[in-house]
């Protein structure tokens, strides 16, 4: 039997009156991957927090190689060998320091002096950059990094501590397929060396990838183990849910008349130009690799940049917002991803960031907040997208990862929009969160054209009437939503010139 790096007994915590965690048992065997699933508020966050000395137990206990554990804070349990990589990566990196000092953070915080020289300190840097793939310049800044970028220093700065229990909360959200297989391949080497890995994630694509075993937690609990020679995924679907996954049957609506028509647009000068056109009442999902122009084509419709050519019709008016304000103004409104970094603000409540948008709609005459028109529409926000919460007066922090996405989807849908641009509005949610996001958004449909970005296949097969694959910044691909060749649908995701054919 596989030596327990992790032994996990009885473990409780709980925030006032609410138990979190709730009696659990918990093994994680060396040299495993143990992939943990769990719905928003199961606990998973908590059960983290404690083993990196975040939080504090009420009770259980926690052993590591055997020996008792409870670190009194992140340090300790970093010394002790427990490396967490945080979903948000600005917990992982410090954005204002270059990423030679982001790598060696850890180091220089013990107090060790082998590395205060800038030349050895670069060079150790390039060390542990090597080590797990990253071709970068360590002299830059991290702020200016890309995200997915970043994302890899914050997970080589976890390597660079040998840790005897990795924790990865997914990982690789914001990574391209290239970046996402580079870190598969770092993580076999790591299980081959013996290190536990805790792999926090909900892409089947990545659980079939790499999962040893999968735990499901439910309620504060541990619901389901599943391990051996053939995983059983559904079944650990349904013991994270209580129930078996509903299956999306998507109705196509006729077309409305056209809302957005898009003519030679190009938007980077190697790129090819391309047209579209959406119609009222259509939900069009546009997947592809991280770097194929989604993110770029949402900026261009919202007014954050620029194209190179083309031209942009809006219910037959040319469409150029010279800035955000001015989208939405004509009706473009855009949920943008990395909620953290560009969509919640951390210091408002729940109410203000559901309604912060259309705050000058809640005003009166003389420019006083009507504060009971702000929660009516906040309420009717709550209601609508099911978001679960204690108060609208909360810390939008106090919510778990799937309900502040639903806070960041659901202010834009509280008003009337003619396009509605949502990117990533999955990134970091559980299956039935995802569901319940899908569904509004397919619910409210009617008089506006919808655009969804999805890095993931199974979220655009969800939500959308249509899909459209992006790769090097133009669209090789357009499928109606039943009966897809997804085949050939992958082969243009992957960017094989076999899978592409020109836009019609």
Known sequence: MPRHAITIRGLTKAFGRNAVLRGVDLDLPAGQVTVLMGANGAGKSTLVKALCGVHRADGGEILLDGAAFAPPGPAAALRAGVVTVHQSINDGVVPDLDVASNLLLDELADGRTLFLNARRMRDEACRIAAAVGLDIDVTRKVAGLPLADRQLVAIARAMARRPKLLILDEPTSSLSLAEAQRLFALIDRLRADGVAILYISHRMSDIRRLADRIVAMRDGQVSGLFEGGSLDYAGAIR????????????????????????????????????????????????????????SALAGVLFGLDRPVAGRIVLDGRPHAPADPGRAVAAGVFLAAKDRLANAVIPGFDIQRNLTLPFTPRHAGPLGLMRRASERAQALRSIRDMGVVCQGLRDGILTLSGGNQQKVVVGRWLAEASRLLILDEPFQGVDIQARQDIGRR????????????????????????????????????GDHRNEAIDLTRLMAQVAGSMDGMREPA
């Open 239 to 294: 013991a994270m849910l209580g129930h078996a996954i509903t299956e999306v049957d998507i109705t196509i609506p006729p077309p409305g008349p056209v809302v957005l028509e898009v003519a030679g647009l190009q938007l980077k000068p190697d790129a090819r130009p391309f047209d579209l056109r959406l119609h009222a009442g259509e939900v069009v999902a546009v997947t592809g690799l991280v770097g194929s122009g989604k």
């Open 441 to 476: 958004i397919r619910d409210s449909a009617a008089g506006r054209a919808t655009l969804v970005m999805c890095a993931e296949l199974d979220e655009a097969l969800e939500v959308a009437d249509r899909i459209l694959v992006m790769s090097e910044h133009t669209i090789v």
